[in-house]
């Protein structure tokens, strides 16, 4: 199993920046590949950014060239800078991790964008 534990949300000006942490329980380098997801309200949950065992990485069209997924392998922890920050990225961030064809997820973190 793999415990996940999201950190870093808040409310932030349109143009701001935030960075989300996801500490694991277990070595990430374990871990075939983890990601951050979103929920708006009303809306279906949506897939971020993700981050592969092997370092590749894949985002969504509307967050290419803002939001950046990075990893320390030392802290087993994953991140999520988030940059240029649009009100509709206003949602609950959720980590999420897939270990041994099963899915794990955090609790979920609050970014709201918001002037």
């Known amino acids: 199993q793999v415990q996940l534990v999201e950190s870093g949300g808040g409310l932030v000006q349109p143009g701001g920046s935030l960075r989300l942490s996801c500490a694991a329980s277990?070595?990430?380098?374990?871990?075939?590949?983890m990601g951050w997801y979103r929920q708006a309200p009303g809306k279906q949950r949506e897939l971020v950014a993700r981050l592969f065992i092997g370092g590749t990485t894949n985002y969504a069209d509307s967050v290419k060239g803002r939001f950046t997924i990075s990893r320390d392998s030392a802290k087993n922890t994953v991140y999520l800078q988030l940059n240029s920050l649009k009100p509709e990225d206003t949602a609950v961030y959720y980590c999420?991790?897939?270990?041994?064809?099963?899915?794990?997820w955090g609790q979920g973190t609050q970014v709201t964008v918001s002037s």
């Open positions: 999420n991790a897939v270990y041994l064809r099963d899915q794990y």
């Open positions: 277990r070595s990430i380098f374990s871990i075939f590949a």
